[in-house]
């Protein structure tokens, strides 16, 4: 048999194979293929969906704002949002009922919304990078900025500390790591430069701290040589008044029932003495005058007075002063009956009233 004649008996053979299986046994087939396609396109939008679902939650964290944010981190949370309120609105497809005639539309419709869903999750996550590396330029800045500003306060810190603090250990390692800001400042790496800031923050804070504790010990000491300089002219002016005995000025009574208590605001100073070289008896005859006399003691030293008066002659609510009791000199501290010339000396400083009593003995009051 010649081979041209054998291909088309095989060609035959093979139409004929073809016209035996029934038509709507391969119909159905190809209705199977599509609805499997079908499904796997619907299955995938779900699956999709999902993940878009997902990220949506995950970026809307980066849409709140910041107090510390710039303009671009602003601008670029907003543009998250934009893209974040167009993402939720696309839905996963659902399977709906098909024929031979729909099946193919379908499909199309849900490989559409695939391509959809695929699209704005990676537009989200572009704008969520926008945001992340907005943030990061923006903590850079900011860190710059509080570096610079705590570099600034140190340096005045450090200037002005010089020769004013008891320890230099501080101030060393300020100096230190002010040469050190230059260097950080111009790298990006933002935890270094915080770390620097607050190392700035710390040593600026130790060393105005270590000023103001010399500045506390030379008041401290000032205050003392100041005292003991007083405490010395007192005590000199003390052995002057009071020296052999001379120096108690007695505002005389007689044996007679004091003056009643009268409000001691109602008696001004009627009389000023100056003791003649420091001895207080020199002023008895401006006491014997009436009235209160003013007599400074102990060479006048913080406003040292003796305000004295009989206690018939206008001095006599002297004698019934208590402690506590307010005056026009100020509130009573001590009362002292049966005085000598050493109640003054020993209390020191300050201003005293003196009357006596019916007997004629010395009464001292203390005020302030």
């Known amino acids: 048999m010649h081979a041209l004649t054998l291909k088309k008996t095989m060609a035959v053979s093979a139409l004929i194979a073809l016209m035996a299986v029934p038509a709507h046994a391969a119909y159905a087939d190809c209705v199977q293929s599509l609805q499997d396609s079908y499904q796997t396109a619907v299955a995938k939008t779900v699956t999709l969906k999902a993940d878009l679902n ?40 659902s399977t709906q009922d098909t024929n031979v005639f729909t099946i193919s539309q379908l499909t199309d419709e849900a490989n559409t919304r695939q391509d959809q869903l695929a699209a704005s999750a990676e537009l989200i996550a572009g704008n969520v990078k926008q945001v992340r590396d907005a943030e990061t330029l923006r903590d850079l800045a900011n860190a710059r900025k509080a570096l610079s500003s705590a570099s600034d306060k140190a340096r005045k810190t450090y200037d002005s500390s010089n020769g004013k603090v008891d320890d230099e250990t501080s101030r060393t390692a300020l100096k230190k790591t002010l040469d050190t800001v230059s260097k950080i400042s111009t790298g990006t790496d933002t935890a270094a430069i915080a770390k620097t800031t607050k190392s700035l923050t710390d040593l600026t804070s130790k060393v105005t701290s270590d000023m103001d504790a010399r500045a506390k010990r030379e008041q401290a000491e000032a205050e003392q040589a100041a005292q003991q300089a007083v405490t ?12 052999g005995g001379a120096g108690y000025a007695y505002a005389a009574g007689s044996a007679q029932t004091p003056q009643s208590a009268q409000t001691p605001q109602s008696y001004g100073i009627s009389h000023y003495c100056t003791p003649d070289g420091g001895n207080l008896r020199s002023c008895q005859g401006s006491i014997d005058q009436g009235g209160l006399t003013e007599i400074p003691i102990f060479g006048g030293i913080g406003g040292s007075k003796l305000i004295a008066g009989h206690n018939t002659e206008g001095g006599g609510w002297i004698g019934n002063l208590q402690v506590g009791q307010q005056t026009q000199w100020g509130t009573v501290q001590s009362v002292t009956h049966n005085a000598t010339a050493d109640t003054i000396n020993s209390q020191g400083v300050g201003t005293y009233l003196q009357t006596c009593d019916a007997n004629g003995n010395p009464i001292v009051v203390k005020v302030g």
């Open 54 to 93: 997902d990220d949506i939650k995950s970026a809307t964290t980066l849409t709140v704002g910041d107090r510390n944010d710039d303009d671009q981190t602003a601008m670029a949370r907003k543009a998250l949002a934009s893209q974040i309120a167009k993402a939720s609105k696309i839905k996963a497809v």
């Open 232 to 243: 010395a002219q007192y005590q000199q002016s003390a052995s002057t008044d009071y020296s």
